[in-house]
């Protein structure tokens, strides 16, 4: 788990790199470093936890570690989904970022289709106001990565890639 959180470092970073937006940017860089911190954190309480042996106050303590990991990872992709609105410069040859910016360009045209057909949709009460009730909700990148199944995700790869393998090539 620790070391995902670094994957999803690596991908906050490449989009911090690329947004056009300067505060988005930042954001998604902060986003990027607590994330970094929590899951060095996390996988130094692992390996004590692995050393010392099972004890009720050090499986809470990683449980809390894990837990604290995965809302700095949905903080990078709420920061990352922001940076893909504002917009994402080109690319460079790099292959993760390549590879990165495809994937975003997968969401965010999966957002487009889901805005279309809400503003097509006819569930609007007598002011033009859309209904809440039984709207569906706006796809997110976790939802993206949430869908696809174990096998085939085409999501992040581990930060050390074996040769030929890229960063979007393992799932969260």
Do not use: Y
């Not at 070391?3 to 860089?29: H, M, P, W, Y």
């Not at 996988?43 to 990991?69: C, F, M, P, Y």
């Amino acid at each position: 788990i620790a070391s995902d959180g670094q994957v999803v470092v690596k991908f906050g970073n490449i989009l911090a790199k690329r947004c056009l937006d300067r505060r988005c940017s930042t954001e998604l860089l902060r986003a990027a470093e607590h994330t970094q911190s929590v899951s060095s954190q996390l996988g130094i309480v692992a390996r004590v936890k692995a050393v010392t042996g099972e004890s009720k106050a050090s499986s809470e303590l990683l449980l809390s570690n894990v837990q604290n990991l995965v809302r700095a990872v949905q903080h990078v992709l709420r920061a990352a989904e922001a940076a893909c609105v504002k917009g994402l410069g080109q690319p460079s040859a790099d292959p993760e970022e390549e590879e990165v910016a495809a994937f975003c360009q997968q969401w965010r045209k999966n957002l487009t289709q889901h805005r279309a057909k809400e503003a097509l949709n006819s569930d609007r009460d007598e002011l033009g106001l859309r209904k809440t009730r039984g709207a569906k909700a706006e796809p997110t990148l976790m939802s993206l990565v949430q869908e696809q199944p174990p096998q085939s995700r085409n999501i992040l790869r581990h930060p050390n890639p074996r040769k030929g393998h890229t960063i979007m090539d393992r799932h969260l």
